[in-house]
């Protein structure tokens, strides 16, 4: 299903460029600016099966990118200078924002280095169980497990399930069906028992991911130090913070902010929520995270930033620089805002 959707969005993708029907749509769609979700920057690593590699871009496609917005002489600026120009309706030029989420250690090695050729700011999300090396990055341990597998059997809806890993398609049907099974366990008590249930069965250690893949809080130290890094909260467990009870989120949100801010000796004003689609944060978690204090949270939902976006500073929207979709060609796609508009039914805020 999954591997049908993408090539949907590719043709989708792709009908738009050489239909030119971008240009077209560019001024009603592109608003007034972007903001662009990205997680791993990092050169491509081997292997078929790569179940998460929508989670990474190599750095020439971030270069492509960020030479494609000088060329359009549209601003980078920080989120907040985003917040700033939504306050203040400030729309006389179009601005972009790059935005990583969780902290992980390639911003820092790739990501960086690209941002500096253009004197262009980013903004990292970091979750502080990852950066305290204790938390669990789930999606990566499953990739882990099916990797050494032939098959899995697991208890989906109670019912035990075997699943055909023997090549890497079957791993990656493997991979899709128990990452949509996981995300609608009730609990992420639950989700953790499944996941360190599986690592134990295929001989996985899930203890030291976080610390492989993320920076530390010394690493995050001298990342933050320099002036085109912004660091966000992302909060304390990656939890899906819609099935969690008001009082759990509203604790994850204040106390990660609250963690960073003693660990890094700055202000933490910005936000992402974890998965943040429709299904990880709504109305509740909007106004919880203007509760604890933030200036701005995004979320993943798809979109462009209108002038009306000013009513939704804690649900503003995305623009994901997606690592199965690396091609030049729908760069000026991506910034007409043609191709979020489309998916959105084109509609302009998706807060509700």
């Known amino acids: 299903m999954k591997l049908l959707r993408n090539t949907v969005i590719r043709a989708g993708l792709e009908a738009l460029y050489f239909s030119g029907a971008h240009y077209l749509l560019r ?28 989670l990474e871009v190599e750095p020439e496609f971030l270069r492509a990118m960020l030479a494609h917005l000088r060329n359009l002489d549209v601003d980078i600026v920080t ?61 990566v341990a499953l990739e882990k497990a099916i990797t050494k597998a032939s098959s899995i059997e697991v ?28 995300r609608t366990l009730p609990t992420e008590h639950d989700m953790q028992r499944e996941i360190s249930a599986l690592c134990t069965r295929y001989d996985v250690d899930e203890a030291p991911i976080a610390r492989e893949l993320c920076m530390s809080w010394e690493e995050l130290k001298a990342f933050a130090d320099d002036p085109l890094v912004t660091i ?54 909007f106004r919880l995270a203007k509760a604890a204090g933030f200036k701005t949270a995004v979320t993943t939902r798809p979109g462009m930033i209108f002038p009306e976006s000013a009513e939704h500073m804690t649900a503003l929207q995305r623009v994901s620089l997606n690592g199965n979709y690396q091609d030049a060609r729908i760069l000026p796609v991506l910034t007409s805002g043609a191709a979020t508009a489309m998916w959105n039914g084109f509609r302009r805020i998706d807060a509700a």
């Not at 306050?87 to 911003?107: E, P, S």
């Open 79 to 139: 989120m907040d200078e985003v917040h700033q120009r939504l306050q203040a309706r400030k729309f006389a030029r179009r601005f972009a924002c790059f935005t990583l989420d969780d902290g992980y250690r390639d911003n820092r090695d790739f990501a960086l280095p690209v941002m500096r050729e253009f004197d262009a700011p980013l903004t990292v999300y970091v979750t502080s169980d990852f950066a305290e090396g204790t938390g669990r990055l789930w999606w």
């Open 232 to 285: 966000g909260a992302h909060t304390i467990t990656h939890c899906n913070l819609a099935r969690q009870s008001e009082e759990t989120a509203s604790f994850e949100l204040a106390t990660s902010r609250a963690r960073i801010e003693a660990a890094l000796q700055r202000p933490v004003l910005h936000l992402a929520y974890p998965y943040g689609d429709r299904i990880a944060a709504g109305q509740r978690e």
């Open 155 to 182: 208890p989906i809806g109670g019912v035990k399930t075997r699943l055909d890993a023997s090549t890497p398609a079957a791993k990656q049907a493997a991979f899709d069906r128990m990452h949509d099974w996981l």
């Open 27 to 54: 001024p009603i769609f592109a608003g007034v600016g972007v903001i662009f979700m990205l997680h791993h920057v990092r050169p491509r690593r081997d292997g078929e099966f790569q179940p998460n590699h929508h």
